[in-house]
């Protein structure tokens, strides 16, 4: 393009390209340190007070006793989680990134830090979008709960629009109607659960969990996505719910969770109260070992059956995962065993319709993956081998009044090559199962595996 032939567009780029300048000069560079020596402030929340929108803060080593809050856009830099401690003890959160009482909050970064022994959340995220949460070390928080209670109010002090924190009282890492945000390279541990998102406030969509650690929070799930019903909402159905969706949970491990009252590695929840949303999200390469109530669980509470709207827990794909030595679900959503991955619909009848499993590792379950749902589950390119159970109908064992559900689960390998119940392989279990024609080889070599019919 000849800049002659367009004088008023080129001057007018450089107009944009000005005040851009103009803003990152503006934002300046604070400093906190634990003696407020140096120029320096000595509480993080001072150096927040006294920034304009996209500053830094670059907080030093050492530890803070605080409860962070964050109303504008800015970068909070700790020194690293090895050296950088908020330490949260009686205080409700570690930080609060709070878009709720300060609208269209966006731009916020907070890393390096290590938050710990907060009432509630060590880390607390609401209606806020371009959030990043990038290695921290999130530990010990939830101090007040896990309280078990269907009451809102079972978690005295936190906000009114956590509508639902039964089990816990927020755990690690929470995102509340936060979008196009990120959480990367954290480090979770020993809080009641580990990292959740869930939509009171605002849909909560478009985000990246990526690359994080969440193991030993012993209360409720290690990463779960959770839709719960949107604040001032009443009985008996409540209100639509905002929804969770188009959100991507890779690469992140997740150990060990919810063993001591049952949770699971990756949760995709809806909270009973619905009708709620939780679809077209996609759980990939994962790993999910030892958890409390299967490796990936997928719940609906209520539906049809209970003359209720039904949730939406569409479109969902779970692909790649490695699953191994998970325990079995239970409640509405029972399984016969250890499970690997469970897609349950409870006694609800909500058809969950569009989920894709493929690709995925399951072995060291008794039945690898399980379904109750009026719908039908695409289980394909699998290596099930846990030995006992590859795919199971679990509605009958359930109980559930509607059973309708099928799966499609061809060309899948059951840990040998002759097939879903020859010797030595994993079977099938319960009605509306098709699992005709198998691999014969692991579907990690899938590019030259068999394909097997049966052969009686």
């Not at 992140?252 to 999200?281: C, H, K, M, Q, W």
Request: glycine share 14%; charged share 10%.
């Amino acid at each position: 393009m000849h800049a002659a032939r367009f004088p008023f567009l080129l001057a007018t780029c450089c107009a944009v390209l000005f005040a851009v300048s103009s803003q990152n000069a503006a934002a300046a560079t604070h400093c906190v340190n634990s003696g407020g020596t140096g120029g320096c402030y000595s509480k993080i929340q001072m150096a927040v007070d006294h920034s304009s929108p996209n500053d830094v803060i670059n907080v030093a080593a050492g530890t803070y006793k605080e409860d962070v809050v964050i109303g504008i856009p800015l970068s909070l830099i700790g020194a690293g989680a090895s050296s950088t401690w908020i330490n949260a003890t009686g205080l409700p959160n570690g930080i609060y990134v709070d878009g709720y009482d300060h609208p269209g909050l966006d731009h916020v970064t907070v890393a390096g830090f290590t938050v710990e022994y907060a009432q509630y959340e060590g880390i607390l995220v609401v209606s806020a979008s371009d959030v990043t949460i990038r290695d921290n070390h999130i530990n010990d928080n939830d101090k007040f709960g896990p309280k078990f209670s269907p009451n809102p109010g079972a978690c005295p002090g936190q906000p009114a629009f956590e509508t639902d924190e039964t089990g816990d009282c927020g755990g690690g890492l929470h995102f509340i109607g936060v979008y196009n945000s990120i959480a990367s390279g954290n480090v979770i541990v020993g809080n009641a659960d580990g990292l959740l998102i869930s939509d009171e406030t605002a849909e909560a969509h478009d985000n990246l969990i990526v690359h994080n650690v969440v193991r030993n929070n012993p209360a409720d799930c290690g990463i779960t996505l959770a839709s719960h019903s949107p604040a001032g909402s009443t009985p008996p159905h409540f209100a639509p719910h905002h929804g969770i969706d188009h959100n991507t949970v890779t690469g992140n491990v997740a150990s060990y969770n919810g063993v001591t009252v049952g949770g699971a590695g990756i949760g995709l929840f809806s909270d009973g109260a619905g009708p709620g949303r939780v679809s077209e999200n996609v759980i990939v390469h994962n790993s999910m070992i030892g958890n409390g109530i299967g490796g990936l669980s997928m719940h609906s509470h209520v539906g049809p059956a209970f003359g209720a709207p039904p949730d939406n827990m569409n479109g969902n794909m779970i692909v790649g995962n490695y699953i191994a030595s998970n325990l079995a679900d239970g409640g509405d959503t029972a399984t016969p065993g250890r499970v690997g991955i469970n897609i349950n619909s409870g006694g609800g009848g909500t058809p969950i319709w569009g989920t894709v499993i493929s690709q995925n590792v399951i072995r060291d379950e008794d039945i690898d993956i399980a379904f109750n749902t009026p719908g039908t589950v695409n289980i394909h390119l699998n290596d099930l081998l846990g030995g006992h159970i590859g795919v199971g109908n679990v509605c009958a064992f359930d109980k559930a009044s509607v059973c309708t559900g099928a799966s499609n689960a061809t060309q899948n390998y059951w840990g040998c090559a002759g097939g879903p119940g020859r010797s030595g392989c994993s079977t099938v279990s319960g009605a509306h199962i098709t699992s005709n024609p198998w691999l014969s080889k692991p579907a990690a070599d899938d590019d030259d595996a068999g394909v097997q019919g049966d052969e009686d």
